[in-house]
Nanobody
Framework: QRQLVESGGGLVQSGGSLRLSCAASGFTLDTYAIGWFRQAPGKEREGVSCINSSGRTIFADSVKGRFTISRDNAKNTVYLQMNSLKPEDTAVYYC??????????????????WGQGTQVTVSS
């Protein structure tokens, strides 16, 4: 059974940092594109970042320069390093994976496998 499990969320003050992890089980990540998404209360799920199997990355404008994404295929894990966090970054963060062609890497509909989410709260 293919699963993605997020971890690393928590409560942090504005300006702080967190590193989220997305660990895969039941399959290997090296041929998958992995995206990070977030959903705040009352808002639609939005794409934050994505890394494809070749290591190419993309970021939403709202997080460019603050977030980085990386993958460690040996650990079957993708990371989202979040720096200079702002209260508007508060949301449930999800990782998602796809092994297919990816045309819109920040669109949730492109991804077939999802984790359960991890809460990130940034206090002002």
């Amino acid at each position: 059974q293919r699963q993605l499990v997020e971890s690393g969320g928590g409560l942090v003050q504005s300006g702080g940092s967190l590193r989220l992890s997305c660990a895969a089980s039941g399959f290997t990540l090296d041929t998958y594109a992995i995206g990070w998404f977030r959903q705040a209360p009352g808002k639609e799920r939005e794409g934050v970042s994505c890394i494809n199997s070749s290591g190419r990355t993309i970021f939403a404008d709202s997080v460019k320069g603050r977030f980085t994404i990386s993958r460690d295929n040996a650990k079957n894990t993708v990371y989202l390093q979040m720096n200079s966090l702002k209260p508007e970054d508060t949301a449930v963060y999800y990782c998602a994976g796809t092994s297919g062609l990816l045309f819109r890497p920040l669109y949730p509909d492109e991804f077939g496998y999802w984790g359960q989410g991890t809460q990130v709260t940034v206090s002002s």
